[in-house]
Each structure stands twice: as C-alpha cells, then as structure tokens.
C-alpha cells in the first residue's frame, strides 16, 4: 500500500470527508418511486409549498383526499418525506400483511429520530408484561390507583369554593404522572418531584430533540446531533433517571429471600422478574430506567391530552356532565362506593362520552402508519414498492358514516352507549365492541391491527378515573367563552389549547 507524503494527507482528509458527504446525500435523497401515485396539492407547486400547506392545513387536504379519491389512495407531502394516504379498503389489505412485507415501527421511530434521540426499542420482555401482567391486574390495581389519583386531585387543585381559574393540562400532566408512577413504580418517586419533572419533561425533551435534528438536512444529522442543546438535555435526563431508580433497584435486590419480605406489586418489578428468569441481572438499572422513560413517553402525554380534550367538551356540555354524575352515583351504590374494576366497566355512558370525545379530538390525523418492506400490488392496481410509507387517512373514516353512523361530524355523547344497546350478537360481544379501547375501522385511536397500543387497557382505566374523579369533586366550565376551546393543529398532529384556564368549583357534599 503506498503511503501518501505529509504534504498531501490534508488534501486526501478533504476528499475523503467530501465524498462521505456526497455518499451520504445520494443515500438519503434516493426514495421510492411512487410518482405514479396522484398528489394532493399539485397545484401548489414544489415539494416544499406542500410541505407548508399540509403543516398549516392538513386537516383540510386530508378531507381533500378522501373526497375526491373515493376513499382510495393519494399520496401527500409531509416534513418526514411522503406519505401514501389509504382509504378503507386498501388499509384492511395493508394491515393484513406479514410484518416481514409491512413495518409498523419504522415510520413512527423515523417521526421522533428516534436514532439521534435514542428512544429505546419497546422491546418483547415489556410487551409480554403489558399483555399478561399489567392488563390481567387492572381490576385488583384500581384500588391503589384510585387512591393515588384521590390524593393527586388534592393537592394539585384548589378548594375553590368560588369559580377558580386553573391550567387544566399542567395540572393533569402531574396528576397522571403521579398515578401513572404509582402503578408503573410503586414508591415514594410517585411524590418526587424531580422524578416527576423528568417523567413528565423526557417526552418534552425528545420533541425537542426530534425538531431541532429535522431542521438540518438528513445527510448532515449524523454530523450535527452531538452537539445539538437539546440532544444533551436528554442525556442528562436519562442519568438523572438513573440516578433516582438505582438505589430503589439495589434495596429490592437485596431483600429479595429475607424472610418476611413481600415484593411490590409494580411494572418495575414485574420487569425485574422477568430480567432475571433471562439472566438479564447485571446492571440492570440502566435498562430499568429507560424503561420507565418509554412508559412515561408512552402514557403521561397523550392521556393528559385525552382528559384535557374531554374537559374542554364538557365545559359546554352540562348536559352530559350531570349523565356523568349520575350515573357514577348509580354504579357505586351497586359496589357499596368501592371504586374496584367493576365499578369502572359499570361506566358505559361515561366510556361512551370519552369515546366521542377521542374521536372528534385524536391526537393525530393519520394513524396507521407502515413502511413497506416487500413490494406488492392493492387490488385496485397500485404498485408499493419496497421503502414507501404508507398511512391511514384515520380521522376522515372515522368521520364518515358508513363506519359511524348518522351525523358523523355532530358531537353525540351516547353514541356508542346506542351503538352496544343496538348491537346483535352475545350480550358481552355487543358490549365490548364499542368501548373506548375497542379497534375498529371507524376507531383507530389506539391504532389498528395486531400492532395496536398494547397499553391502552390501562390507559382507558386511568383516564376514566381521573375524569369522573374530577366531576364528583368539581363543577367545571371554560373561561369566557360559550364554545369550546379550539384546539391546535400542525403536520397532522392535534393537541388541546395548553394555555387556556379551566374554571371549577368545589361542589357542596
């Protein structure tokens, strides 16, 4: 190998480093061909004009899309590259395809950069004790859980005995995360408040993370993402996770075998279990603490959304407050005012109400997002070759009535408690068919398929709990306004106004 002289080893740095760079871009410019695919927006002109008519209007293309497409497929332009919008049918095809041909967690990974970011895998040791732990004990949870938010709602919101302003998603952000802790980890981290500003404040820092690395071109991330503030944020979020959960971790080690000790009955320790049967002891802190920061990611934002959106409802809803009421009051007199898990099955009007509520507020638009691994043809004829995304158009089927019923865009709090009571079938198949966790074509909230939100069991309880909790306590309404606070869209996502007050007053006993 012939060695270069001293003088020209610069110059050779410099070509090198440039044809990374070019490598880099060719890598990243390169895209499957779907021009084929009709798009919306054409009229706009470039990439870029889409691009900025769907952040600013995308509610409005989406509806475009399905309206002068038959529900069939359309491509759009969107910040994380295009996206294949796919009506009803064409969706049951794609959501039926092996995970070999079809990637669920491609596109969604790609949405936060989860690769400058290093948002951990949900991996199969965690979903099994969703799936066989978790969901199986929400019933004997409830209890504790209920306990917890009773305390939560205490000294988070006033005695407000005169009509009080309140920033009612701040103060539901700590009250989930405080019953979210005591049932992911039960121990006194539920009242730290640095735990809390870190469970709370991770799914914050990884936004940031994510926005701040899209605003460079993809070929200069892996080159700049180091350096970036908000990058270092999380790092620093993560040892300070650790930093908390480490001792907790080392004193539930050694007492384990004492005589007498009886092992908490928590998502940390049903994971610390699992850990061991593998063999998977050494360290394990380090992997118990990202842990509880992909729950916390998972679980504290979009169920604080969904309780702030029913909250914004029902500030106009009277009406339907009072049903609430009601019917809670009738359903525990039936559990002699124990709130376990059957009290909370019990509450099909109320479930019916949250239901509506997330399908007039979701937290995005379109839902059912996969990256196609293998090419194939739909059966109209479109050919998805091999690194398109693909998406559902969620939020317009579940506005339309062939899935819904009548009066799709009307806001109808029993419309599900009707639905169950009209149902055929066994009485607990009609029941089940359409509650708030319940998948559907028409409700893809938790997503759609074998790969939907494994968690939205307790998601649902929690929700449920804390929103009932809040009306037996409060009478609620908005701040100088009749109609309801207008929430904020952007790329597609959705999200409640977080600035605006809450008023409530405490009700007399």
Known sequence: MEILPAKELPFALVLLMVAAVLYRYVQYSKGPMIDHIPILGKELGGVDKRKSEYAKNGLSMLKTGYQQYS???VRIDTADGPRILLGPELLEEVKSKPDSVVDNRGPI????SAKYTALPETDAIMLHNI????????????????????????????????????KGYAKLL???????????????????????ETSIGYTVSVANGSRMIKQWRPWLRPFVYRFLPEIRKLHETRATAIRLLKPIIQERRESEGKEGYEKPNDFLQWMMDARIKKHLRDKDYYYQAELQLVLSFAAIHTTT?????MLYDLGTMPDVVDMIRQEVKEELEKTNGV?????????????SFMKESQRHNPIGYTLFTRRILKPFTLSDGTYLPAGANVTSNSHMISHDSDFVGDNPWEFDALRYYKKSLASDGPAKEAAGKHQFVSLSMGSQMFGYGRHACPGRFFAGNEIKLILVKILMSYDIKLENT??????????GSNMPDVSKNILIKRLQT
């Open 71 to 73: 529900r069939g497929v």
């Open 109 to 112: 990974r790609e949405s936060i």
């Open 339 to 351: 709130w376990d898990g059957k009290l909370m099955k019990s509450l099909k009007k109320t479930d």
């Open 174 to 196: 700590r009250i989930v995360a405080m019953a979210s802790t005591r049932i992911f980890l039960d121990s006194d981290l539920a009242h730290n408040e640095e735990w809390l």
């Open 482 to 491: 009749t109609e309801r606070y207008k929430n904020f869209s952007w790329e």
């Open 131 to 166: 799936k066989a732990e978790l969901t199986p004990k929400l019933g004997a949870l409830n209890e504790k859980l209920s306990k917890e938010v009773d305390y939560a709602v205490k000294v988070e919101l006033p005695e407000a005995k005169d009509w009080t302003p309140v």
């Open 305 to 309: 959304n969904a309780v702030t959106n």
